[in-house]
């Protein structure tokens, strides 16, 4: 997730992409067979997957506000001690947040309210830092501790209002896990919801890869939070005319859509940037750039689907179940597995590790 500038040559940094993508599977496939196999699949789904996900909006902050480079100590040490480093931020990160949101939205039941919860914070941290390039926290802080700290602190509060607003989950009434307490009341029902978020999050990867075009061409990068505001109801509109068309007209279940379509593109978009260290057709110009990108976005979105749908019985040890009438087993699963485990991979291996050992510094 950080743009740097990359003078390597074009070949080169396809290279050591595709390797790395290799290696972020690797690494992806045996995390999740051993939580699978020597925990079972609800703990997968369940505490490996929360604990992921609560460290994830931190890590967005520590590779697109921090560059990877707090505490200042990561930017003297060589690989592969700075990624060991920025592993361990990210487990203690993991460890306080996932405590905290337990005992305060979730009161101490590991749930899907808690889940949506903790998946929404993504969806509203990617949006603050990369839509509104974190303010208003920076209208308050500008030393770059002070700022990530207060970012992710406002990202959880305005995802918390958010979540009050439009999620409900009366449909639970009747499960063991239901406390009224732990129901927000809102205005959608919590499966739409949570799917019309992670659509938004997905279009909002998309529009990177045209690096905010056509909003950037409206509004200078620098105003703030006009840009933001701009890109945002940009984003809203694409979002409910792709949702309207796969859930509302072609009648696709919305989780089996959320899956099929939002996550994997989400997870497209991390290989086509982050993979290809944000430099793929660097030398063209926009909506071509884009257009390209997002074609080649797609198309690995697609295969990493398949993929993943592929290896799903060989990770469990049975073939899940899809639909509402298993409690949406199969979609969860590989959604726990294709973004919730592989999303910060991608960032250990591209950021934190800076692509060691594919690329090694002479």
């Known amino acids: 997730m950080d743009g740097s500038v ?61 560059h990877n480079s707090i505490p200042k100590v990561v930017t003297t040490v060589g690989q592969p001690l700075k990624g060991l480093i920025m592993t ?21 039941i590991l749930s899907p309210i808690l889940i949506h919860f903790v998946i929404q914070s993504v969806v509203v941290s990617l949006f603050v830092v990369i839509a509104f390039g974190c303010w208003p926290m920076t209208q308050f802080f500008t030393h770059p501790i002070a700022l990530g700290i207060a970012t992710l602190v406002y990202c959880y509060v305005l995802n918390l209002a958010l979540f009050m607003i439009f999620y409900d989950y009366h449909f639970f009434a009747e499960l063991p896990f239901y406390p009224h307490s732990l129901d927000p009341g809102g205005l959608f029902n919590g499966i739409t919801a949570l799917t019309f978020a992670v659509t938004c999050a997905s279009v909002l990867m998309v529009v990177t890869m045209f690096d905010l075009w056509p909003a950037a061409l409206l509004v200078n990068s620098d105003k703030q939070p006009q840009l933001g505001l701009v890109v945002t109801i940009q984003i809203l509109i694409l979002t409910f005319l792709v949702y309207y068309l796969f859930v509302n007209i072609l009648a696709m279940d919305p989780m089996d859509f959320m899956v099929k379509g939002p996550v994997c593109i989400i997870f497209g978009t991390f290989l ?23 074609g080649i976005c797609f198309v690995g979105a697609f295969i990493m689907y398949q993929l993943y749908q592929f290896i799903l ?50």
């Not at 030398?283 to 390209?292: F, M």
């Open 6 to 66: 990359n003078s390597v040559s074009p070949n080169k940094i396809v290279l050591v992409g595709l390797l790395s993508i290799f290696w972020v599977l690797a690494l992806t496939f045996s995390l999740v067979y051993f939580a699978n196999q020597y925990f079972g699949q609800d703990f997968f789904v369940g505490w490996v997957s929360l604990a992921f996900m609560c460290a994830t909006p931190f890590q967005i902050v520590q590779a697109i506000v921090w």
């Open 88 to 108: 361990a931020m990210f487990c203690v990160a993991s460890l306080i947040v996932t405590t905290i949101l337990y005992f305060t939205i979730g009161q101490g």
């Open 272 to 294: 086509v940037q982050n993979m290809m260290q944000f430099q793929l057709f660097s030398n063209l110009q926009q909506p071509l750039k884009g257009v390209l990108k997002s």
């Open 313 to 362: 019985p060989l990770m469990v040890g049975e073939t899940l179940i899809a639909g509402p009438e298993r409690g949406y087993a199969k979609e969860i699963w590989i959604a726990t597995a294709m973004l919730g485990i592989t999303f910060p991979v991608i960032n250990f291996v591209s950021g934190g590790f800076d692509f060691w050992p594919v690329k090694r510094k002479s």
